[in-house]
């Protein structure tokens, strides 16, 4: 049966942008915003897809030229999600823009040379609309990421930070030889010499804030990165009537990459919905930590102990896992619930060198190990490293896991065995 009444145009950009990749997000949600609101250049900013913050549409003159510090600056003026209409630098350039902000993602969207007058209110709805879901879409999109996505968001944002730190090297070694010749007593004209001094030194501050705010995008505070876990399962813990308590990491836990913060949170809401989906669960824990090269998650139920290790569901986020070389492990206790423990590396792991290579141990689990041979204790261990006791239980459980061992006697002698001393 027809339905000539219906907005078909908008019906179909809307499912366009359901289903576009990605790669393609911005090219559609151009062509969706195109018949209500005019503009020359259409970019994204979003610091959910770290190896790819901008997505763009448009004019290739701005689409080129637009940089993250343009954006970033923009973002800054807003106090909410807008709409905001003025005039901003964007690619090197004073220019009229119309720019909305997405409240729970922080994401930007920014049109170029919007139009003026009636036209400018009448398309204002839709296109507010339109990003609205395209910036849900854009966190979907990135929470179910295959993993051959997060591998190249982790290479794309490694290159971008090398770029910029050689980039910094060289116009900060410039910037500093120019102030060093105009400091000289030879230049006799002082007002020219203060002058170019003055400006010199701002363009140095502005390289550094520029470094060190790529820097930031890359990287995320492992505190900020619970936090943002903890908005994410709000709605669960407030409708489902499940209690999920959170034991937050360290305040001064090293910064996460980006695409291990996302992946880390994707893991944690998978396990929560798959616990939550068994029957008699009334209390779900997860809890992070960081010891320095690794982020440790524990989420553990008070369920049954029905979990299944080969559930399709659990399947799923162990490839996750398995993308970011990690490991993910169950422990299963019938009638206690489950208890699920994940190492996510923050940097490419590296295999011990000598006999005990074969264990795949990650390098603070072989750190762990040569203390436990040394005859050191927790507390000892864990003040050694810089970690937690707690930390130090973790490693040292995944240790007796991987060396197929009851206790720590055993775990020394087959060391011992294995030429570890």
């Given amino acids: ?41 259409l970019v994204i900013f979003t610091e959910d897809c770290t190896g ?56 930007l969207l920014v049109l170029t040379d919007p139009p003026a007058g009636p036209e400018r209110s009448e398309g204002l709805e839709l296109v507010t609309y339109l990003w609205r879901l395209t910036a849900r879409r854009i966190r979907e999109k990135v929470a179910d990421a295959p993993p051959s996505y997060l591998l190249e968001s982790r290479a794309a944002s ?43 030194a701002k363009a140095l501050i502005g390289l550094r804030t520029l470094s060190d705010r790529t820097t930031d995008l890359v990287k995320e505070p492992v505190a900020k990165a619970f936090e943002r876990l903890r908005e994410d ?12 308590e959170f034991i937050e990491p360290p305040l001064n836990g090293r910064a996460l990459p980006g695409e291990v913060a996302h992946a880390a949170r994707a893991i944690v809401r998978g396990l929560v919905l798959t616990m939550t989906e068994q029957p008699d669960v009334s209390r779900v824990r997860t809890q992070w930590d960081c010891d320095g090269e690794n982020l440790l998650i524990n989420v553990r139920d008070d369920g049954r102990g029905a979990l299944k290790a080969d559930a399709p569901s659990i399947a799923r986020l162990d490839r996750r896992v398995q993308a970011l070389t990690g490991t993910l492990r169950i422990d299963v206790m ?33 750190e762990v190990l040569e203390h436990l041979v040394a005859g050191h204790r927790n507390r000892t261990i864990a003040s050694t490293l810089g970690i937690s006791e707690n930390t130090v239980k973790f490693h040292v459980r995944n240790l007796f896991k991987k060396l197929d061992v009851g206790s720590r006697t055993e775990a020394i002698a087959l060391a011992h065995s294995h030429g570890l001393r």
């Fill in 158 to 200: 490694a290159e971008r930070l090398r770029v910029t730190a050689e980039l910094t090297d060289l116009h900060s070694t410039t910037l500093e030889t120019l102030l060093a010749a105009l400091r000289s007593s030879s230049l006799d004209d002082a007002a020219a010499r203060a002058t170019v001094t003055d400006l010199t």
């Fill in 334 to 366: 019938p009638g206690w619930g489950a208890d699920v423990f994940v190492t996510l590396p923050l940097d490419l792991q590296t295999k011990p060198a000598g006999d005990v290579a074969g264990w795949d141990l990650a390098a603070r689990e072989l």
């Fill in 233 to 244: 399962l709000r709605p669960l813990t407030r409708y489902s009537g499940i209690e999920i």
């Fill in 52 to 107: 790819r913050p901008q997505k763009k549409a448009g004019d290739e003159d701005i689409i080129s030229r637009v940089s993250i510090t343009e954006l970033d600056a923009l973002r800054a003026t807003l106090k909410d999600e807008g709409p905001w209409f003025g005039e901003a630098e964007l690619a090197g350039q004073i220019r009229p823009a119309l720019a909305l902000k997405h409240a729970s993602s922080n994401a």
């Fill in 1 to 41: 049966m027809p339905f000539p009444d219906l907005p078909w145009p908008l019906l179909q950009s809307v499912a366009a942008l359901a289903d576009a990749p990605l790669a393609q997000i911005a090219e559609r949600l151009r062509e969706a915003t195109l018949p209500y609101m005019a503009s020359s250049a």
